[in-house]
């Protein structure tokens, strides 16, 4: 007899577009959510492979008594894409080595769901069985953004572009959701559920 696995769906799309309001809502609703960002942060201060990787590379001192020193780290990789490109060759594997372990651990579920902004860019998508890419226009994104982080257009515009095209997340994606002017997040998380229980044989 043939175990069934779960479903693995990854969650994507640019900065402001809904992605993680669209994930709280599947956690409320009892789904399983794993958001790559915020594990990425824990194992740069709970994995000890990857601490040695990143002190080694950018000097002990990147690390204080609170954990890592996330700001100075910015400064550092921000400014220099070959430093960014190592860190990220750090910092990539060991999120995907965790995720799996996380998908063995919740086997027993039907659809386990990841979120991750970079889901395309960092071949996180080779993980998944299915995308799903929440966006909005333009103008809305850097709204809320702006209003988000307090933050001015011009910073916001220039994140955006630094990111891949909303567009070629879209060609790429199995569905994707517009979430300008939704009043009832809520319910559209109910109907996404409904149709990925209704296809699930055929996934």
């Given at each position: 007899m043939?175990?069934?696995?779960?479903?693995?769906?990854?969650?994507t799309g640019g900065i402001g577009g809904g992605k993680s309001m669209f994930s709280r809502f599947l956690m409320r609703r009892g789904e399983l959510v794993y958001d790559t960002d915020m594990e990425a942060k824990i194992l740069q201060n709970t994995d000890e492979t990857l601490q040695k990787k990143?002190?080694?590379e950018f000097g002990e001192d990147i690390y204080n008594e609170a954990g890592l020193n996330r700001s100075k780290l910015a400064k550092i990789v921000f400014s220099n894409p070959e430093k960014l490109k190592v860190l990220t060759g750090f910092v990539h594997p060991a999120v995907k080595e965790d995720f799996k372990k996380w998908v063995a651990k919740n086997s027993d579920r039907?659809?386990?769901?990841m979120e991750c902004a970079i889901l395309f860019e960092g071949k996180f998508e080779d993980l998944v069985d299915k995308i799903l890419v929440v966006t909005a226009p333009l103008e809305v994104r850097i709204e809320r953004v702006?209003?988000?982080?307090?933050?001015?257009e011009k910073s916001v515009r220039n994140r955006i572009r630094n990111q891949m095209p909303e567009s070629e997340k879209i060609k790429s994606a199995d569905w994707f959701f517009d979430t300008n002017n939704d009043i009832m997040p809520h319910k559209r998380v109910d109907d996404f559920l409904e149709m990925l229980n209704r296809l699930s044989p055929d996934l």
């Open positions: 043939q175990i069934k696995k779960p479903i693995i769906i990854g969650i990143v002190k080694a039907k659809f386990l769901f702006m209003k988000r982080d307090c933050v001015d």
